[in-house]
């Protein structure tokens, strides 16, 4: 049984897998499609990209990132999440695709705009708004089910890139304290900014020294000159309902 699964694998629940597999949890991502932001033509409010960023290429990094961290992916719609045992929610949950076997998961986020069918079983609060359902959540993502999680604009967040990323990472951080992990911040420091003061380092944080910090470095300029080095051929998908003939 993973500890953590999250159906959909756009913006939010890849931000939240990020922080889930970083903590050590468990993380399994299931994703049944295509982010929305692939229908994007320029990703130009995303702090950090001054000139934008091809949509497509940023969630092709934020994949590498969350794969990076420990997340590991399944492809298939989920189509119901249940209960393992109705009168014990610690028990997890069972979550069914349209492919392959059930799934095992003590906790559950839902960062699948825009479908929450498969939550119906669960009664989690759903809210109709024109043809679109939202997941009742409080501020940290948690829904009326233990265990259960909605993130990004399922979850009523606006419908902005930055948002859904933020809000996805709020919603790991709440998994991960309802768990037992232990966890105080998700930093990485430079050597002594703990231990130069007589404290341990935190659960969560990591001290680095110098070189190691220069090597990250190395590593992260080269990743992303890779990323960059070419124009991607794929090309923006458009609305369904636009005629291309
Ligand atoms: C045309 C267009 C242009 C946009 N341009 C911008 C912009 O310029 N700037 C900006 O900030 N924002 C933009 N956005 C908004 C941005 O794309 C969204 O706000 C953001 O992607 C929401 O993230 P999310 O994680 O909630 O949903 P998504 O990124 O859509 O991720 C949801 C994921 O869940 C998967 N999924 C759905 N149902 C299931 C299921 N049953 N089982 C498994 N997986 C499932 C989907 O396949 C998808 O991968 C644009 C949106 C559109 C449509």
Same mark, same amino acid.
Request: include cysteine; charged fraction near 30%; charge should be negative.
């Given at each position: 049984?993973?500890?953590?699964? %999250? ?7 890849? =931000?939240? *897998?990020?922080?889930?597999?970083? =903590? ?9 499609? /295509? *982010? ?7 990703? /130009? ?14 969630? +092709?990094?934020?994949?590498? +990132? ?15 999440? /249940?209960?393992?045992? #109705? ?21 559950? @986020? ?5 479908? *929450? ?10 809210? +109709? ?24 604009? %399922?979850?009523? #967040?606006?419908?902005?890139? @930055? ?12 998994? %991960?304290?309802?768990? $037992? ?24 944080? /990591?001290? @680095? ?10 590593? =992260?300029?080269?990743?992303?000159? $890779? ?19």
């Amino acid at each position: 049984m993973r500890d953590v699964c %999250i159906v959909g694998g756009g913006v939010s629940g890849l =931000a939240a *897998s990020i922080f889930t597999a970083r =903590a050590g949890l468990d993380t399994l991502v299931v994703d049944g499609g /295509e *982010s929305i932001l692939a229908r994007n033509a320029s990703l /130009e409010n995303y702090p950090g990209f001054p000139d934008g960023v091809d949509a497509r290429r940023y969630l +092709q990094l934020v994949r590498e +990132q969350a794969r990076n961290a420990g997340a590991t992916f399944e492809l298939g719609r989920v189509t119901s999440v /249940e209960p393992r045992d #109705e009168d014990d929610l610690e028990a997890g949950f069972v979550l069914e695709t349209e492919v392959g076997d059930p799934l095992e998961a003590r906790r559950v @986020i839902a960062a699948s705009w825009s479908d *929450s069918e498969y939550l119906v079983p669960l009664d989690v609060g759903r809210t +109709q708004r024109g043809s679109k359902h939202f997941v009742a959540v409080d501020d940290a993502g948690r829904t009326a089910v233990d265990g259960v999680y909605a993130a990004g604009r %399922i979850a009523g #967040e606006p419908h902005q890139t @930055i948002v859904a990323a933020g809000h996805g990472a709020k919603v790991g951080l709440a998994a %991960i304290h309802d768990s $037992e992990v232990n966890f105080y911040h998700d930093w990485v420091v430079p050597e002594g900014y703990f231990t130069g003061r007589g404290r341990d380092v935190p659960p969560g944080c /990591e001290e @680095i020294d110098d070189e190691q910090r220069r090597r990250r470095d190395d590593r =992260a300029r080269e990743t992303i000159l $890779e990323a960059f080095s070419e124009p991607l051929e794929e090309v923006p998908t458009m609305h369904p309902s636009v005629d291309e003939d």
